[in-house]
């Protein structure tokens, strides 16, 4: 599977689950048009115990399984199929955010493809938690980032 694929995938899922989701980090960069990879998808959703059976059946959906790899230091979920070179992060809180609500109101709705809609976080919010992550593969990435939006005319 590609990316676009992977994406679909991922957003019927999160639609038969009923999740509600914001698309963030270098996926949510590259849907913006920045030039930037990334191994696995991240997205900010409310950490609620509804949330997370909802997770579940997520990973049911897409024949994988949900660890919390840094349990107790993290609120970050991970949904992995190894078959499909699939990960998916799922965290509750990000840097540089009070709040998923926050994400959302500047997010963008996005047909990923076969008419599956994502929420995707504006090129600034990715940029602003990059910025207050300050981790060096983030602070790498913001050249490239700040390149993008400043093209794309939001800076």
């Known amino acids: 599977m590609n990316a676009a694929s992977l ?3 991922i ?5 038969a689950a009923k999740l509600e989701v914001v698309l963030i980090g270098n996926a ?4 913006h ?3 930037v990879t990334t191994e696995d998808f991240d997205f900010m959703f409310r950490a609620t115990p509804t949330n997370i059976r909802k997770l579940k059946l ?3 959906f897409l024949e994988g ?3 919390c790899p840094y349990y107790p230091l993290s609120d ?3 949904i992995r199929n190894r078959s499909e070179g699939l990960q998916v992060d799922f965290l509750g809180s990000v840097h540089g955010f009070k709040s998923f609500e926050s994400m959302r109101s500047r997010s963008v709705s996005i047909n990923a493809g076969e008419g599956v809609r994502i929420k995707v976080a504006s090129l600034k919010d990715v940029i602003a938690s990059k910025r207050a992550a300050n981790r060096p593969k983030d602070r790498a990435s913001l050249p490239v980032l700040e390149e993008t939006l400043k093209l794309a005319g939001k800076s």
């Open 58 to 60: 997520v990973a049911k």
């Open 76 to 78: 970050m979920y991970r």
């Open 33 to 35: 048009g920045s030039p």
């Open 7 to 9: 994406l679909v995938a």
């Open 11 to 15: 957003g019927r899922a999160l639609e």
């Open 65 to 67: 399984s949900v660890t």
């Open 28 to 31: 949510a960069a590259a849907v």
